[in-house]
């Protein structure tokens, strides 16, 4: 699978919106690295604004520049943003209901952030599958009013879609169809479910691969059908199983159809040193791990 740095994504997305809509901003916390943000400059210095590590201070001005008519994009790392500014995006932004757009970028070991945002009411949570869904969903964001949270993760795929997806908030993407289990997943795990979904194929079992990549909001009605056409259902993310996707697929079961979910995502734990990979290895967020973890699920049906 090939991966892209987002950064450079996140750029050339920027530029061609900076051309197309006069109210575009972007906001940084010292991220200009993170977001190719040098670059952007270049073309546009009259459209990004830097405040250092100021991140409550950016996000109040944030405020001032969606209340005068802009859209501000305000970009940073996520566990910064969120940490130091949660004040200022639940009582400032998402009570006011302003039309700003939080583009957070994660390392693979962050797994609190979208458990945080999707709890606060107004805002919006995303999490693009790979670099074409990010230009569609970077679009929709444009196009929606309100607080959204785009989590980015540093590396994305480019082999989940062929072509720029037609994406819509709420919506469930549906990429294989099977009947023994439902695998729903976001981020760079989509990719992952796939080669999980194609390795089991030849061992007989039927998978439904679904991209949840609006975390909120979601259409139940939708998740519910895929659960009644499964025997039991598997998540998959690179976040605390804590309020994260295991959560919004639980709480739509719970209340419309139970079923067995085995949940998939980093136990409740802090990142203690070493790599992605070990910490991967550790949770069981390889594609064997995964392979394994839906026989075992299966063979208890069977």
């Known amino acids: 699978m090939v991966m892209f740095e987002v950064?450079?994504?996140?750029?050339?997305?920027?530029?061609?919106?900076?051309?197309?809509?006069?109210?575009?901003?972007?906001?940084?916390?010292?991220?200009?690295?993170?977001?190719d943000l040098?670059?952007?400059?270049?073309?546009?210095?009259?459209?990004?604004?830097?405040?250092?590590?100021?991140?409550?201070?950016?996000?109040?001005a944030a405020s001032g520049f969606s209340v005068g008519g802009k859209v501000p994009f305000v970009t940073g790392l996520a566990a910064s943003l969120i940490e130091k500014g949660f004040d200022q995006i639940k009582n400032s932004i998402c009570k006011s209901n302003?039309?700003?757009?939080?583009?957070?970028?994660?390392?693979?070991?962050?797994?609190?952030?979208?458990?945080?945002?999707?709890?606060?009411?107004?805002?919006?949570?995303?999490?693009?599958?790979?670099?074409?869904?990010?230009?569609?969903?970077?679009?929709?964001?444009?196009?929606?009013?309100?607080?959204?949270?785009?989590?980015?993760?540093?590396?994305?795929?480019?082999?989940?879609?062929?072509?720029?997806p037609d994406f819509k908030f709420g919506e469930v993407d549906v990429l294989s169809t099977g009947g023994d289990v439902v695998i729903f997943a976001v981020g760079n795990m989509?990719?992952?479910?796939?080669?999980?979904?194609?390795i089991l194929r030849n061992e007989g079992i039927s998978i439904a691969v679904v991209n949840m990549s609006s975390i909120k909001p979601v259409n139940e009605e939708k998740i519910v059908n895929l659960l009644k056409g499964a025997k039991c259902a598997v998540t998959i993310e690179q976040h605390s199983k804590k309020g994260g996707l295991y959560g919004v697929i639980s709480e739509v079961?719970?209340?419309r159809w139970p079923v067995t979910i085995k949940g998939i995502g980093y136990g409740d734990d802090f990142f203690?040193?070493?790599?992605?990979?070990?910490w991967n290895e550790r949770w069981g967020l390889r594609t064997e791990d995964v392979a394994e973890k839906v026989r075992?699920?299966?063979?208890v049906w069977r």
């Not at 996140?10 to 010292?30: M, P, R, T």
């Not at 989509?190 to 194609?198: D, M």
């Open 253 to 255: 079961a719970a209340e």
């Open 38 to 60: 040098a670059r952007f400059q270049m073309f546009f210095p009259d459209r990004v604004f830097n405040f250092g590590m100021g991140q409550r201070d950016m996000l109040g």
């Open 190 to 198: 989509v990719g992952l479910a796939l080669e999980v979904e194609k």
């Open 98 to 164: 302003l039309n700003i757009k939080i583009c957070g970028i994660v390392d693979d070991f962050e797994g609190d952030d979208i458990a945080v945002m999707r709890g606060i009411p107004n805002m919006k949570v995303l999490i693009p599958a790979d670099v074409y869904e990010l230009k569609s969903m970077m679009e929709a964001m444009m196009e929606n009013y309100g607080p959204t949270y785009l989590r980015l993760e540093r590396m994305l795929s480019d082999k989940v879609y062929s072509s720029v």
């Open 296 to 299: 075992m699920m299966i063979k």
């Open 272 to 278: 203690d040193g070493g790599d992605v990979d070990s």
């Open 7 to 35: 950064s450079k994504s996140f750029c050339e997305i920027s530029l061609q919106f900076a051309k197309k809509y006069s109210g575009f901003v972007i906001l940084n916390a010292d991220s200009s690295k993170e977001f």
